[in-house]
């Protein structure tokens, strides 16, 4: 996985515009990581797609990130500056230094659990799973997720689908497949300085990171119109520019 140059992110965001935001997640990784195939990709775990993205987007937009947040008390509207670094729930060792996965089996988290008459083999949720889940109604998603990420159970020996599984014995492989892979639900303990409340705010990269692509890309391309007009170059050598020199042309055709 390499940092994603300025023609790129535009074209991730080009691909992206019509996209569902687990389509988006998986266009910004394929630009970035050649050497991976889109499947390999798609069957990374959430946590460690989770994890890659953070990395490109620390790459692509600095390390700190601008986020808003309401109190769940008094609704008052927090703007807060918190570091990528909090965000990163754990140091994988299976990843090398650049956040790229090291093979394409360093997909899959996995784990067992045994209750009552149960054992249950599982593996962490990805983004495969979530793409076949595209258009089902909660209920019928969340069976289908747990049917994705249950590789083998057994009640007293014998074979059960995960559809068989008992409520409780459900949901405690739904709450072992989250624990497995912690970066896949971010969340960012936050306190009202109005109210006090203290709360966890839920965080998505692939939401934040989205966000601020589209906002960027609108305002380059605003740029690149507004020196094109003034000096006729073509958007190639505009976009080569470093946002530098970009700015200080900028500058003076609006002096
Ligand atoms: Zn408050």
């Known amino acids: 996985m390499r940092p994603l140059s300025v023609p790129e992110l535009l074209t991730v965001w080009e691909r992206g515009l019509a996209a569902l935001p687990f389509e988006r997640a998986l266009t910004i ?33 600095g390390s700190e990130l601008a986020i808003l947040a309401a109190c769940p008390s008094c609704r008052q509207t927090l703007e807060l500056t918190i570091p990528v670094s909090a965000l990163r729930v754990s140091l994988d060792p299976t990843r090398d230094p650049t ?25 962490s949720l990805n983004t495969e799973d979530i793409a076949g889940c595209a258009g089902l109604e ?33 949901r405690k ?17 936050l306190t009202c300085p109005e109210c006090h409340q203290r709360w966890k705010e839920a965080f998505d990269i692939v939401s934040f990171f989205w966000a601020e692509i589209d906002a960027w890309a609108r305002r380059i391309l605003q740029e690149v ?23 200080i042309y900028l500058s003076m055709v609006q002096a």
């Open 29 to 61: 990784l394929s630009v970035a990581s050649p050497e991976s195939s889109p499947a390999a990709l798609a069957r990374l775990s959430i946590g460690r797609r989770d994890a890659n993205l953070l990395q490109l987007r620390e790459w692509a937009f």
């Open 99 to 123: 956040g790229a996965p090291t093979s394409e089996s360093a997909s899959d988290l996995e784990d067992s659990l045994m209750l009552q008459d149960y054992e249950v083999h599982y593996r």
């Open 138 to 170: 909660f209920a019928a998603g969340r069976r289908k997720l747990l049917a994705c990420c249950v590789t083998d159970a057994r009640c007293q020996g014998r074979p059960v689908s995960a559809e068989e599984l008992p409520e409780d014995v459900a």
């Open 173 to 189: 492989v739904v709450e072992q497949i989250a624990a497995i892979d912690p970066q896949a639900d971010t969340r960012l303990d």
């Open 225 to 247: 119109n507004v020196l094109a007009r003034a000096y006729g170059w073509r958007e190639s050598d505009i976009l080569a520019l470093s946002p530098v020199r970009r700015q």
